[in-house]
């Protein structure tokens, strides 16, 4: 049987088996993917075995995206330019690493409509997953884009040296709003259902925006809410995790898969919300 896992800590409640094990039954596939916690003060000695078992592909989230890179041999474009890695395949002996957040992303996005050189996009956060979007949508689109992080000059740093993207303060991107067409909320603020908070004012957004939360749990995070009341088009983050899955299974064996079998899974487990 070949055998997949995701990495993190905390692991428990990772939708990803769920998703994936879902298309490998459908597919008839002798696989099994599970989860598997690693102490971060463990994950040298931890990785080392994992790769020593005969794992074929493994996925890696919080907080060891970064830490990965050492132990593989090559890495693709994106992986490179975030320095973090969400995909590993073994291949020919080889350990190749991916980044697909960004592409899974931005393939969500495009379920509602193509991007165009018309978009003005703004990103909230500057965080690890903020990067990863901002380079799929800079390499892959020709939208102008902006960044806006509570902590700026991390917003100015990923901008820098980029021509057509900009770097703003939360104050001036909330001033601002009606210039864009997009925009995609990043921070973990909205992950706290309790915190009900949004990283900015929508009061002046402009009817028909595209609001995107990179949040799926609260299916509807304190910013979605604002947005719809204002007349936004919105969507949250499951698309992303669903698109960033199929990716990762499209370089470990090759097939495309179905992506909404793959959402009915992730669904089923949050409770059907
Ligand atoms: P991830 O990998 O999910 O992107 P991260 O790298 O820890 O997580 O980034 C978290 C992002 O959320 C950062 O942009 C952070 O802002 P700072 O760079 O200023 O820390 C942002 N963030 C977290 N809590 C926030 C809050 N209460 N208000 C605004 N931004 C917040």
Redesign the pocket.
């Known amino acids: 049987m070949e055998k997949y896992v995701v990495i993190g800590n905390p692991i428990r409640h990772s939708l990803s088996p769920a998703m994936q094990n879902r298309i490998f039954q459908e597919l008839g596939m002798n696989a099994k993917y599970d989860s598997v916690l690693i102490e971060e003060a463990d994950f040298e000695t931890e990785i080392t075995r994992l790769m020593d078992s005969g794992v074929v592909g493994f996925n890696i989230t ?1 907080p060891f995206k970064e830490r990965i890179l050492p132990f593989l041999d090559e890495l693709d474009s994106l992986a490179t330019a975030s320095g973090a890695v969400n995909t590993v395949l073994r291949k020919n002996k080889k350990w190749y690493g991916f980044n697909t957040d960004g592409k899974g992303y931005l393939e969500g996005l495009e379920e509602i409509r193509l991007i165009t050189e018309n978009d003005s996009i703004l990103i909230t ?6 990067k990863a979007i901002y380079l799929a949508l800079k390499n892959y689109t020709t939208a102008k884009i902006t960044v806006a ?3 700026s000059e ?1 917003a100015v740093e990923m901008t820098k040296n980029h021509s057509n993207h900009q770097a703003m303060t939360l104050d001036e991107a909330e001033k601002n709003l009606a210039d864009f067409t997009i925009i995609i909320q ?4 909205g992950l706290e259902a309790s915190k009900n908070k949004s ?1 900015i004012s929508l009061a002046n957004l402009t009817k028909g925006t595209i609001c995107s939360d990179i949040i799926y749990n609260p299916a509807e995070t304190a910013f979605l809410k604002e947005a719809k009341k204002y007349g936004a088009i919105t969507q949250n983050g499951l698309p992303m995790f669903v698109n960033q899955g199929a990716l990762a299974f499209e370089i470990w064996t090759g097939v495309k898969p179905n992506r909404s079998l793959m959402k009915d899974a992730v669904l089923e487990q949050l409770g059907g919300n």
């Open positions: 919080t956060g500057a965080g690890g997953a903020s992080n509570r902590t991390k990043t921070t973990s603020i990283p």
